[in-house]
């Protein structure tokens, strides 16, 4: 019964380790969040850094989103986004000689100018926290 108990206890103490270890509290990850720098609010927001795709949802204007996790990303992703119900896209043509960022945390800020083109409208910056 001794034994039981010793294997039971080291089986909780693995799981709460894992989970203490979980991807989400890694430091060692990219991790990106998303500030609208716009006047505009913005819905359905989906990254795809090629490292990984995220779903954003919503940001009203000046608000940031939470980090979300990538396995790898550079310093302009993909962006498709709503305005007024119009999708709005960033469209990398692609990265050729760009470098991939390092551990840590990032935010792209986006701006949305007066545009109402679908591939001109939307700008990106990145910026290390």
């Not at 940001?59 to 119009?86: C, D, G, H, M, T």
């Amino acid at each position: 019964m001794k034994l039981l108990h010793t294997i039971l206890g080291s089986i909780v103490i693995l799981v709460f380790y894992f989970i203490a270890c979980s991807p989400e509290d890694n430091e060692t990850s990219v991790r990106i969040r998303l500030k609208n720098s716009s006047t505009y609010t913005m819905t359905d927001i989906l990254v795809n850094t090629s490292g990984g795709q995220q779903f954003y949802g919503d940001l009203e204007p000046n608000q940031k989103s939470v980090y979300k996790i990538f396995e790898f990303a550079y310093s302009y992703a993909f962006v498709e986004l709503k305005i007024y119900n119009r999708t709005y896209t960033l469209q990398p043509i692609d990265y050729v000689g760009e470098t991939v960022l390092q551990d840590g945390n990032y935010t792209y800020e986006i701006y949305a100018n007066e545009s109402g083109n679908q591939y001109d409208k939307l700008s990106i910056k990145l910026i290390q926290d």
